[in-house]
């Protein structure tokens, strides 16, 4: 019997250089993609894995989001006062129960290690999950499920992972497994942006974790690994042979919206994967061929 997954942390604290000037005052994860902020198909998609706890790691300038997830009065007002019922249910359906978001601040974005290490007082040792909101996935059953499903047969730790090409595996997390080409791949290392030549093999962490509570003490030694940054990657690694890890090769098509192009194709695949939008994409999409 595995513990059951409930609390999940969205490191939503980093400075998103390459979204530049986008990102200057707005949070890289309220960019849109069709009609929704990154975040909240993040916490959509946790909601659906059946996450009741919700932990932003947060920083200064990203109020936007606390507020997308609180009630607005006015708003709601005016549109009940319209009767845009259909506006108020979409608004309002996506909101957790009062108290599930919490917040805590990572002060310096010093890495992802460090941000997911700022919330460890509210996850305590339990298993837990991390959703990267700038990763988005395109599928049938959202990828979190899917991990939490595969964490039920193994235990352990299990991360989302997928093929990249040889030449970028200097962008990623790359795994050292046995089996590179089987749905689920044992872990045996862990290696932050290795130089394609020295890449045990091209799959490639994103941003779905499950990860064993242990990992903290790990991260509590705050070292420093690639770009100088406090890497998720390096404590992870220490896991291995500890217990269970595995990547998944999950199901559905993952875009960096981090990016300008990954963004841009979040936005197109998206919107052609929605009966309501299909019909005017591939008309827009037409005039500008
Ligand atoms: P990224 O490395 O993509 O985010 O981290 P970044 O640093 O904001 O982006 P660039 O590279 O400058 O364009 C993935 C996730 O981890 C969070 C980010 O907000 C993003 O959701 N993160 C990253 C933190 O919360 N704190 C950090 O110190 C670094």
Redesign the pocket.
């Known amino acids: 019997m595995t513990v059951r997954i409930k609390k999940a942390v969205f ?9 530049l000037p986008a990102t200057k005052a707005m949070p ?2 309220m960019l849109t993609v069709v009609d929704k902020p990154l975040i909240q198909y993040a916490v959509e998609e946790a909601m659906a894995a059946g996450i009741e706890d919700f932990i932003f ?1 947060t ?1 200064r300038g990203k109020q936007s989001m606390e507020d997308h997830f609180d009630l607005s009065y006015e708003l709601n007002a005016t549109l009940e006062r319209r009767g845009k019922t259909s506006e108020l249910d979409q608004i309002n359906a996506f909101l957790p129960p009062p108290g599930a978001i919490k917040y805590v601040r ?1 002060r310096e ?4 290690g ?2 997911i290490w700022c919330a460890r007082d509210m996850i305590g040792d339990e298993p837990f999950a991390i959703l ?3 990763d988005l996935v395109l599928g049938n059953v959202p990828c979190l499920k899917q991990l939490v499903q595969a964490y039920e047969q193994t235990g352990g730790s299990v991360v989302a992972v997928m093929d990249v090409p040889r030449d970028q595996t200097d962008r990623y997390g790359i795994l050292d497994t046995p089996n590179p080409t089987d749905q689920l791949a044992e872990i045996r290392g862990l290696i932050e942006k290795p130089k394609p030549a020295d890449a045990p093999s091209t799959l490639s962490i994103i ?1 779905r974790y499950i990860l064993d509570g242990s990992v903290f003490s790990h991260l509590e030694r705050h070292e420093k690994g690639a770009g100088g ?1 406090i890497q998720l990657t390096d404590a992870m690694a220490k896991l291995i042979g500890t217990q269970p890890f595995h990547g998944l090769r999950f199901d559905g098509e993952r875009f960096d919206c ?1 990016t300008k192009e990954g963004w841009l194709a979040a936005n197109i695949a998206f919107s052609l994967a929605r009966a309501d939008r299909r019909a005017l994409t591939e008309e827009i999409l037409a005039r500008y061929r």
Do not use: N, Y
């Open positions: 490191p939503v604290a980093g400075l998103g250089t390459r979204f890289k994860e790691v920083g990572q974005a010093l890495g992802l460090h941000a990267s909101p700038d941003g940054e981090g």
